[in-house]
């Protein structure tokens, strides 16, 4: 069975990953309702893209900025202690949102605050998860892992849309938003089970906190294969993958069907992500990522092209179903 599940299989020989993972299933599938739940709300409230637009930067903006400082921080204090902390944070911050919703008193200008919060708590948890990994397991198992997890977060997206769509339908917005913040609070009791040396804190590099960030930045510029990496990183983080947080104003103005619509469309993406990350996983090896990362690249900017000027859903499911695969293949492969 371990040889027809490919690299699949040898990564579910570790009892850390086996847990990590359903801790990380759980929260995965919560995120895709977190992430429908907000970008239909902030539809209803204004029906402006440009709002769309603004609640999708203010999750996004902290984590450019802030993820290197989390990355010094998790060196210093411990990936495994941050991303529990950070995590946790994440569903507290989420608890504040959910009064207000039951309330009635949130408007778009709040949700941009709560999105802002957000966002916060996941620049220090995408650091820390990120560095965790070849702590709790084996060198050689680190392709399998990084594809199957990646595989099993935009997996998620075949789920979760689902199940949010369903929630917002049914009982409203606000449980959506309760399915998340228990997903989160899930997610930091299982990591409290791992098993992770002391040693993954490290002492810096004597320069203090700031010389610890400069020296970051220096090694990066410094070396090319990363450099390259990260400009290629921030094409896709930029150009493509924003697409997702558009999908409620494509699903109810250009489809014209609503929230139903925009579960669909979702879950064409996370289904084309699933099969990228699963095939990139069950593939387990390190040889021909670059190759594989330029084509997803190319093949995820040129999808997004003609999902743009579609309006038949088949078209417009089928682009996204690439999208979602170039996008979990590239980052991946990354």
Known sequence: LTGLLGGIG????????????????????????????????AWDLTHSTAWLGVVSAATVLPVLVLCPIGGVTADRHGHLRQLILASATNGLTTVALIVMAFAGTLSIEWMTFWAFLNGVTRSFTISSRQALMPQIVEPRLLSAVLGFQSATFYGANFVGPAIGGFLIATLGVAWALVYYAAGAFIAAGALCFLN???????????????????????????????????????????????????????????????????????????????????WIAWRGRTEGLIRILLFG???????????????????????????GSSVVVSSTAT
Request: proline residues 4%; contains cysteine; aromatic residues 12%.
């Open 10 to 41: 040898v990564a579910f020989q570790s009892r850390n990953f086996k847990i990590f993972w359903w801790g990380q299933l759980n929260f995965s599938i919560s995120a895709w309702v977190y992430r429908l739940a907000i970008a239909w709300l």
């Open 196 to 278: 992770v040396p002391r040693a993954s804190r490290r002492a810096g590099t004597g320069g203090g906190f700031l010389g610890d960030l400069i020296e970051g930045f220096s090694y990066t510029l410094r070396h090319p294969g990363i450099r390259l990496m990260n400009l290629l990183t921030a094409v896709v983080a930029l150009c493509i993958q924003p697409a997702v947080d558009m999908l409620a104003g494509v699903a109810d103005r250009v489809l014209a069907m609503g929230p139903n619509g925009l579960s669909i469309l979702a879950s064409a993406f996370g289904a084309g992500a699933m099969v990228g990350g699963l």
């Open 297 to 323: 690249v190319a093949g995820g900017l040129i999808a997004l092209g003609i999902f743009a000027l579609s309006t038949w859903l088949p078209l417009s499911m089928a682009m996204l179903f690439v999208l």
